[in-house]
T-cell receptor, first 115, second 110 residues
Framework: DAGITQSPRHKVTETGTPVTLRCHQT?????MYWYRQDPGHGLRLIHY???????DKGEVSDGYSVSRSKTEDFLLTLESATSSQTSVYFC??????????????FGNGTRLTVT | QKEVEQDPGPLSVPEGAIVSLNCTYS??????FMWYRQYSRKGPELLMY????GNKEDGRFTAQVDKSSKYISLFIRDSQPSDSATYLC??????????FGDGTTLTVKP
C-alpha cells in the first residue's frame, strides 16, 4: 500500500455534521491527493497538496476543505456532510507527478455514509 | 464527453482465457498511461506504467499504447481467478494531471 494509512476505514454520520478524514504517509512524498470514487463517475479529484500548507482544488471541491500541516499528514474535512457526499474516499501520493515515472499510489480508502 | 472512455464491462471469462481491456482518450496532452487493479474494498494498485506507443510486457500482462489512435489496451494471458478485480486505466499529462477511466470489472471463473 506504498506506506499510506487512511483513517477511519468506515464512518457513518448524520447530515449536517462535520467529518474529518485523515491520510498518513511514510514515503515522504511531496504530493498528496484526495479522490472520491462513485459508480459511473470513476475517481474524481477533490483537493490536492504540493507541499506543507500548499493546497489546491480539484474538479469536485465544493463542500470540502483540506489541510496539510506536516509532510506526512493530509486531512479532508466535510464541513457539513450531505447525503451526496456518501462515497468511498481515497488518499493518494506521488513523488513528482509532472516528471517521468511518478504515478499515483493509493491508500485503501475510507467508506463514508451520510444518513 | 469524458476525456477517457473505458469499456464498461462487466467481463466474465473462464480460467486460462486471454483478456483484453480497452480505453480511448481524446486529450492529446496525455503522455503517460497507467493501468491500475482494484480488488473489492481495496485501493487501486499500480499494475503497468508506460509513456510511449508500443507494447510493454510484465509477466502475464501486456500494456499496449497507440497514441495515433488514442487507444490503450491491457492484455492478460492465462487469466487466473486471482485476476478477478476492477481494472482502471489512467492517463497523465506532463503537468501531472491524472484522469481515470470508470473501470472494467473482470471475473475469471475456475
Amino acid at each position: 500500500d506504498a506506506g499510506i494509512t487512511q483513517s477511519p476505514r468506515h464512518k457513518v454520520t448524520e447530515t449536517g455534521t462535520p467529518v474529518t478524514l485523515r491520510c498518513h504517509q511514510t514515503e515522504n512524498h511531496r504530493y498528496m491527493y484526495w479522490y472520491r470514487q462513485d459508480p459511473g463517475h470513476g475517481l474524481r479529484l477533490i483537493h490536492y497538496s504540493y507541499g506543507v500548507k500548499d493546497t489546491d482544488k480539484g474538479e469536485v471541491s465544493d463542500g470540502y476543505s483540506v489541510s496539510r500541516s506536516k509532510t506526512e499528514d493530509f486531512l479532508l474535512t466535510l464541513e457539513s456532510a450531505t447525503s451526496s457526499q456518501t462515497s468511498v474516499y481515497f488518499c493518494a501520493i506521488s513523488e513528482s507527478p509532472g516528471q517521468g515515472k511518478s504515478p499515483l499510489h493509493f491508500g485503501n480508502g475510507t467508506r463514508l455514509t451520510v444518513t | 464527453q469524458k476525456e477517457v472512455e473505458q469499456d464498461p464491462g462487466p467481463l466474465s471469462v473462464p480460467e486460462g482465457a486471454i483478456v483484453s481491456l480497452n480505453c480511448t482518450y481524446s486529450n492529446s496532452a496525455f503522455q503517460y498511461f497507467m493501468w491500475y487493479r482494484q480488488y473489492s474494498r481495496k485501493g487501486p494498485e499500480l499494475l503497468m506504467y508506460t509513456y510511449s506507443s508500443g507494447n510493454k510486457e510484465d509477466g502475464r500482462f501486456t500494456a499496449q499504447v497507440d497514441k495515433s489512435s488514442k487507444y490503450i489496451s491491457l492484455f492478460i494471458r492465462d487469466s487466473q481467478p486471482s485476476d478477478s478485480a476492477t481494472y482502471l486505466c489512467a492517463m497523465k499529462t506532463n503537468a501531472g494531471k491524472s484522469t481515470f477511466g470508470d473501470g472494467t470489472t473482470l471475473t475469471v471463473k475456475p
